[in-house]
């Protein structure tokens, strides 16, 4: 079965600092994987997502995420913190033999201080 | 805007009362998902349909369920409401064809939710 830890339920940064939002899988199967932000009162946003080919993917906003198979990790970064980046943030898998069902990480809410 | 839609925002009930949830995806997407977001729980997968089919199961309750429509909106009704109900629900819609399992990889476009609180 999927599952997707997320370590650290709070991250907390000075604007102008690298965000660091961490996420590891386990997965059976080559896994697809996702990073979505929730902002206050408001769904889910897609932020980037790796399927096949490069491992760093780029997304919007800034964000970047590394897949790493042999860490079974695919850590979201941003060099460069804004306050606008305050929000909660999901890492999420999708299961290679189930068709397109999310698994998620209990979430990170992060924190940026001016 | 992801081009989802969800009514109502809010619903507010008592225990014992039955509600229904509306979803209405994108233009074009033949899939609809239906999530829970609880303290306890986290964000759950309830239930996949795609074009008016249902694909997949995840940890729905019995009391509850859903259907697609042929115009592709989908409703997701809740019955016999219990306070552990109280949750965001969310639903996504994805355009992709399903051909085989393991190749739906098609991107989910989230709805801003309905948040229920059972009172």
């Known amino acids: 079965a999927q599952s997707v830890t997320q370590l650290g339920s709070h991250v907390s940064v000075s604007e102008g600092a690298l965000v660091l939002l961490r996420c590891n899988y386990s997965?059976?199967?080559?896994?697809?994987l996702f990073w979505y932000v929730q902002y206050p009162n408001q769904g889910l946003q897609l932020l980037l997502k790796y399927t096949t080919g490069a491992t760093l993917v780029k997304g919007i906003n800034g964000f970047e995420a590394e897949f790493k198979k042999s860490e079974t990790s695919f850590h979201l970064t941003k060099p460069s913190a804004h306050m606008s980046d305050a929000a909660e943030y999901f890492c999420?898998?999708?299961?290679?033999?189930?068709?397109?069902?999310?698994?998620f990480g209990r979430g990170t809410q992060l924190t940026v201080w001016p | 805007d992801s081009g989802v839609t969800q009514t109502p925002k809010h619903l507010i009930t008592a225990t014992g009362q039955r509600v229904t949830l509306r979803c209405s995806p994108r233009s074009g997407d033949l899939s609809v998902y239906w999530y829970q977001q609880s303290l306890d729980q986290g964000l759950q997968f309830l239930i996949h349909y795609y074009n008016g089919e249902e694909r997949a199961k995840g940890n729905i309750l019995e009391r509850f369920s859903a259907q697609q429509f042929p115009d592709l909106h989908s409703e997701l009704n809740l019955s016999s409401l219990e306070l552990g109900d109280s949750a965001l629900y969310f639903c996504?819609?994805?355009?992709?064809?399903?051909?085989?399992?393991?190749?739906?990889?098609?991107?989910?476009?989230f709805g801003p939710g309905t948040r229920l609180t059972v009172l």
């Open positions: 997965s059976s199967v080559p896994p697809y």
């Open positions: 996504a819609s994805s355009a992709r064809l399903v051909l085989n399992p393991g190749q739906n990889t098609d991107t989910q476009y």
């Open positions: 999420a898998v999708v299961e290679g033999s189930t068709l397109g069902r999310l698994y």
